[in-house]
């Protein structure tokens, strides 16, 4: 492996740049680098924007995308290392023409492709994504390899491995400005524009690269006869091939950071605390890791790759805590895990980086590796996985591979032999899983400081049996099943939890309460008692006493007895507890996993109270516009993606959908309570623009066995049944709505960032 290894791992930037300087434009290069990568992370955003009314919110649509990029990175260095085969010259022509040729695929957009069935989300988001931007985004991909590539062509110009830092920077510049900037002040057509603006740009960019480049050829051919037969001819690799035992090392090193992105993603979203644009948090840490890791100098990434044992032990302990379990201050360990380990693993990448010659091909089996990661983390483990078990295992991986600087024992500079060592670390885990017993029995009681003293003494343990990868892995393990795991394994074997493409769903029962709760992720959404007497009560959000309540309790009042109602999002079912003889229900559901828990009597809700109704599984708004005017007396969107209501149900296209389906007096119902976003400005907004009466009802639990606290706005567009609805009970306060939003949202602007309650990320809104 040695012989394939670059000769001067520790070369200083600045000389690095010196020599840059003496041949090539570094410049130049570095600006072609930085805007092509600035552009490929300034589309993947605007893409899911734009197929939001499509795609809904949930966190497996962005894992989903994030994959197909993947792929298309693997298709660009692949077409980057193919061409890097071909005459310096004949590679300028061929790549500068097709990037001219692909501006037909201008403005950017989404395809025109038929929307797949319920079930089959997972194949038809990808080519959704693969179908509107494929080809650019290979050609913009092959920039990074293809151009270090070129700019490597000239022997003064030095080691070309820094540009990649330069091409994180970019990436990471583009995440940043798509929902600060872009998203805030542009419509998805002017974002569309200003993205096929800037790829002109970057064409001609790459025009002045080109010439530059062409021209060096042309010196160096009139002054080197070596340089002028390599300009002629193909440009073959001169040092050793690397061994296939390098090449899976660089496979691994590149596969586990990759699945680890998205594997935190889904566990931020899914165990630990859902929140708006999270996806941006463990995206911009990964690429950051790039950057770190690719700096020759960097003391950062060095020092990380020092301490990622203890930081892999102790934030990685608690990999397997289920929902419940964890708050803000795990997240961040998330976070902070996933920046130290990925910048250790990446700078062991950048350390057995090849010479020059052989970049391309090192920039293909990363980009191989990093959508094998994501295939892992998007595809196998939904699938295979009731739970989101592929991030303790891809810790565990990540603890295997880092690098031998990070392992040292001080058994060794004790100088011990092998089977010292090996006995000290035997016993060191003994100790180590001794003390995971305690663990365990500290987190069944709910005695943090305990658990923590713990979870710190076990770390230790970790750390003086550093040597052996097997050893840390072991106390590793050790932490993760006592910390969690123990509870979290047992809830999988009783099959209380089902996985599908919108999440992960876990079943609760709690005897002594008589309760049976269904949750979503960390939210919950649904509550049923178990006992005779009480099991058809409105629980959770749904009280007699929530703006959902209390409008279905008056429909009869209002609309006879042969109300027609309608509901979007049926979570446990609970709303059909309020159904009357002659009135006709219909409930819309994106997941056929949550509709399952109501045919198969998880919930009885929908067999006891309302038998006839007809369940629609599908995208509620796409089904919403298939029914006739007037359809219902009664709407009621109770559609959450994690904490929040999906995007695309809250513009003013889809309020025009519901518009359409109610009747002239009908009632539409809203549930707005979450965490982090305050809706009330965003539908007040809709009823200043479609000229309807809006209210607000805060309902408080009060201590009420089983009832959440709630927030509901009900619209209308006959401000009599509005004011009939507020009178309607004396004990229930109904509220004006607050000032509308300046904006409204639409299908083609919307913006979270004005209306995040920045005071809720540590606590809690009703």
């Not at 992370?41 to 924007?49: G, Y």
Request: glycine share 8%; charged share 15%; net charge negative.
């Amino acid at each position: 492996m040695a012989e394939t290894m670059h000769a001067d791992t520790a070369a200083p930037l600045e000389n690095t740049m010196s020599a840059s300087r003496r041949g090539a434009n570094p410049l130049l290069f570095a600006l072609a680098i930085l805007c092509g990568s600035f552009l490929l992370f300034l589309v993947q955003p605007l893409i899911a924007r734009l197929a939001l009314p499509l795609l809904g919110g949930a966190p497996a649509v962005w894992n989903s995308a994030m994959l197909v990029y993947q792929m298309l990175l693997l298709g660009g260095y692949l077409y980057a290392h193919l061409l890097s085969r071909l005459p310096l010259r004949r590679q300028i022509v061929i790549h500068i023409a097709l990037l001219a040729l692909a501006a037909v695929f201008l403005p950017v957009g989404l395809a025109d492709l038929e929307r797949a069935g319920a079930g089959w989300e997972v194949l038809w988001v990808p080519a959704l994504v693969l179908a509107s931007v494929g080809p650019l985004f290979v050609l913009i991909s092959a920039q990074a390899p293809l151009l270090q590539g070129w700019y490597a062509a000239d022997p003064d110009s030095g080691d070309p491995y820094w540009l990649y830092a330069a091409s994180n920077i970019g990436s990471f510049a583009g995440l940043l400005a798509f929902p600060l900037l872009l998203e805030p002040t542009l419509t998805t057509t002017g974002q569309s524009l200003a993205w096929s603006t800037g790829y002109g740009v970057l064409v001609a960019i790459m025009v002045l690269v080109g010439f530059w480049r062409w021209n060096t050829v042309g010196d160096q051919a009139a002054n080197r006869p070596l340089a002028s037969e390599e300009a002629e001819g193909a440009m073959a690799p001169a040092s050793a091939e690397p061994g296939w035992r390098t090449i899976a090392h660089w496979l691994a090193l590149s596969a586990v950071p990759s699945g680890l992105l998205l594997s935190t993603t889904t566990h931020l979203s899914t165990d630990l605390v859902a929140m708006p644009l999270l996806w941006v948090i463990p995206l911009g840490i990964y690429l950051f890791s790039f950057v770190l890791a690719f700096n020759p100098v960097s003391r950062t990434a060095a020092f990380f790759a020092r301490i990622a044992p203890i930081v892999v032990l102790f934030l990685g302990a608690k990999a397997m805590m289920s929902s419940g379990q964890a708050d803000l201050a795990d997240a961040i360990g998330s976070i902070v895990m996933l920046l130290v380990v990925a910048t250790a693993l990446h700078r062991h990448l950048f350390e057995l980086r090849p010479d020059p010659d052989r970049l391309t091909l090192f920039y293909l089996v990363m980009s191989a590796g990093g959508a094998l990661g994501g295939m892992f983390a998007a595809l196998v483990a939904p699938v295979l996985f009731d739970w989101v078990w592929e991030h303790p295992l891809l810790i565990l991986a990540a603890a295997a591979l880092l690098p031998p600087r990070a392992l040292v024992a001080w058994m060794d500079r004790k100088g011990w032999d092998e089977a010292r060592q090996r006995r000290m670390r035997l016993l060191l885990v003994a100790a180590a899983a001794a003390l995971g017993v305690w663990l365990q029995w500290s987190v069944l009681r709910y005695l943090p400081w305990v658990t923590l003293g713990l979870t710190a003494a076990i770390t230790v343990l970790g750390v003086l049996a550093l040597g052996k990868r097997w050893s840390l892995v072991a106390v590793l393990a050790i932490l993760m099943f006592f910390r969690g795991g123990f509870e979290n394994i047992g809830t999988s074997a009783q099959n209380l939890r089902e996985r599908s493409y919108f999440g992960v769903y876990t079943i609760g029962d709690i005897p002594e309460a008589s309760l049976r709760t269904l949750k979503h992720g960390t939210t919950m959404h649904g509550r049923q008692f178990t006992d005779a007497g009480r099991r058809l009560q409105p629980t959770a959000y749904y009280g007699p006493t929530s703006g959902a309540g209390l409008a279905l309790s008056n429909a009869g009042a209002f609309y006879g007895d042969d109300a027609s109602i309608g509901v979007v999002g049926m979570g446990a079912g609970t709303l059909l507890c309020y159904r009357k003889p002659g009135q006709t229900w219909k409930m819309y559901e994106i997941d056929p996993v949550v509709v399952e828990y109501s045919r198969n009597g998880t919930f009885t809700f929908h067999e006891e109270c309302a038998p006839q109704s007809e369940i629609v599984v599908g995208d509620a708004r796409l089904e919403l516009a298939r029914e006739p005017e007037g359809a219902f007396d009664v709407l009621v969107v109770d559609a959450f993606s994690s904490d929040a209501i999906p995007m695309h149900l809250m513009t003013r296209e889809a309020m025009q959908t519901y518009a359409d389906t109610l009747s002239p007096d009908g009632l539409l119902v809203i549930h707005i309570s979450n965490r982090f976003i305050d809706l009330r400005p965003v539908l007040s907004a809709h009823a200043r623009d479609f000229g309807w009466s809006a209210m607000l009802r805060f309902d408080q639990a009060n201590g009420a066995y089983a009832i959440e606290n709630s927030v509901w706005v009900v619209l209308s567009p006959d401000a009599e049944v509005a004011e009939k609805l507020r009178n309607a009970n004396p004990d229930a306060e109904w509220q004006d709505m607050p000032d509308p939003a300046t904006r409204s949202w639409t299908d083609d602007y919307a913006s979270i960032l004005p209306y995040l309650m920045w005071s809720s990320f540590t606590g809690d809104w009703p």
